[in-house]
């Protein structure tokens, strides 16, 4: 089954924390919900489908937006990226966003992606940065074996205040978006043709059995079940 990003861009609209676009090879929009348009100050779609993210956004910010278009439209996930998208009041504000190329017959045919906002959390807005950073660590570094000290050094803070801010943040500890970062490449590379022990190797997972154990958990089945899934759709379409 298919489903047209018409009816998730539908369902988005519900959403006002959360913004929602597709985007072709180009990465012009193709989509987007009612809170991008009020964010964007722009009255009807016509005013942004078509067009790419540096027409829209403000210098400063839509160069990492395309920056990671490309990366995407090449086949890669952008998983809880935190960077700075505009609120309600036209101003900056913290996000975090997703991307994932959309496939089709083996091909990427263009992306889909939503950003969440942070807004107001706690007090916190004052560690989004050094949260940041140790994100983009955890993007960077998700095939190593990423130790917490390292973490601790780029944010300046004690264990304690780590984890209880990943947790506010993310609702997750850094070894839990590690580990979710690392199953969702996986989920990608298994639409291709490398073995699952090296798709595991290449994802920081120790062994074959911890991947496994680990992408199990995640996805409710183990990567073997979940390729040959891939191949019986694809078979069906």
Partial sequence: MRIDPAEIEALFNAIPSVLFFAKDMQGRYTHVNLTMMHRLGVKSRGEVIGKRADELYPAGMSEAYVEQDARVLAGEVVENVMELQLLANQQPGWCLTCKRPIIEDGSVVGLIGISRDLGQRGGLESQYEPLRLALDYLNTHYAENVRMQTLLDITGFSLSKL??????VFQMTPQQVLTRLRIQIALHLLHGDESVASIGQACGFSDQSAFTRKF????GMAPRQYRAMI????AQG
Avoid: I, L, Y
């Fill in 163 to 168: 984890e209880r801010s990943f947790r506010k």
């Fill in 216 to 219: 199990k958990a995640e996805v």
């Fill in 231 to 234: 191949a019986a759709r694809a």
